[in-house]
């Protein structure tokens, strides 16, 4: 059975920095990233990451703040978050699929359940 569980999620003030976490199960993923959906917006893309690093790609949002990142075994992957705004208040799904472009679109095949992440002004 395959799944992919988030975690690392949490409340932090303006400037504070988060570390999410996604462990798939039951797959070895080619292509892994983050979306997120804040209360009343619709789902969007964060960051992508290949299996054979260093291919990634960000929202311009994440870029310079946000860092993603895979383990050696390719069965997890990281989202490294600093600098946090009120605005990056949301719900961070972590998604796994076959090509990074289709990450970026959304056009995958497994969603996690998400984390929630809280940035205090």
């Known amino acids: 059975q395959v799944s992919l569980v988030e975690s690392g999620g949490g409340f932090v003030q303006t400037g504070g920095s988060l570390r999410l976490a996604c462990t798939a199960s039951g797959l070895r993923p080619v292509a892994m990233g983050w979306f997120r959906q804040a209360p009343g917006k619709e789902r969007e893309f964060v960051a992508g990451i290949r299996r054979s690093e260093p291919n990634t790609n960000y929202a311009d949002f994440a870029r310079g703040r946000f860092t993603i990142s895979r383990d050696s075994d390719g069965n997890a992957v990281f989202l490294q978050m600093n600098n946090l705004r009120p605005d990056d208040t949301a719900v961070y799904y972590c998604?796994?699929?076959?090509?990074?472009?289709?990450?970026?679109?959304?056009?995958?095949?497994?969603w996690g359940q998400g984390t929630q992440v809280t940035v205090a002004s």
């Open positions: 998604v796994a699929g076959s090509l990074l472009r289709k990450i970026a679109t959304g056009d995958v095949a497994y």
